[in-house]
């Protein structure tokens, strides 16, 4: 199985537990691995046989310009379903991290990874 990657894709969003940060938008960063058979669309140089990380990258920052949740779980939870029902992803690796959100530390955030891996 093959990897598309979208790495520190930045997103713009309405997330938290508390009152005030259901007031603002906050920076996420998404690091996505995507499984995917890319063998036809290096064959024949074709970006339809692929999955097409600029087209996926816009949705998600589409997503995040619609949708409020107050965890970062639930941010990842539905990010993932998008991924498998819109773009047919059959595994996703996805890394959700807030960054300042713990003053001491870099970064926090969560990593789930849903759907069969094949190959
Ligand atoms: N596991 C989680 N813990 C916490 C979350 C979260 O989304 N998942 N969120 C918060 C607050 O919103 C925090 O980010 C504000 O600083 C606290 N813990």
Same mark, same amino acid.
């Given at each position: 199985?093959?990897? +598309? @990657?979208?790495?520190? @894709?930045? @997103?713009? =969003?309405?997330?938290?537990?508390?009152?005030?940060?259901?007031?603002?938008?906050?920076?996420?960063?998404?690091?996505?691995?995507? %499984?995917?058979?890319? =063998? !036809? #669309?290096? !064959?024949?140089?074709?970006?339809? #046989?692929?999955?097409?990380?600029?087209?996926?990258?816009?949705?998600?920052?589409?997503?995040?310009?619609?949708?409020?949740?107050?965890?970062?779980?639930?941010? #990842?939870?539905?990010? =993932?379903? @998008?991924?498998?029902?819109?773009?047919?992803?059959?595994? +996703? !690796?996805?890394?959700?991290?807030?960054?300042?959100?713990? +003053?001491?530390?870099?970064?926090? %955030?969560? !990593?789930?990874?849903? %759907?069969?891996?094949?190959?």
């Amino acid at each position: 199985m093959d990897t +598309v @990657l979208i790495e520190g @894709l930045a @997103l713009e =969003a309405v997330i938290g537990v508390y009152k005030w940060e259901q007031q603002i938008h906050q920076r996420l960063l998404l690091d996505l691995e995507l %499984g995917c058979d890319i =063998a !036809r #669309a290096a !064959r024949d140089d074709d970006l339809s #046989a692929t999955l097409d990380y600029a087209a996926i990258s816009a949705r998600l920052q589409k997503f995040c310009n619609e949708h409020r949740f107050e965890l970062v779980e639930t941010f #990842a939870e539905r990010m =993932a379903e @998008l991924l498998q029902q819109a773009f047919g992803v059959t595994w +996703v !690796r996805l890394t959700l991290r807030k960054p300042g959100a713990v +003053v001491d530390a870099a970064f926090v %955030g969560i !990593r789930i990874e849903r %759907g069969q891996r094949e190959g």
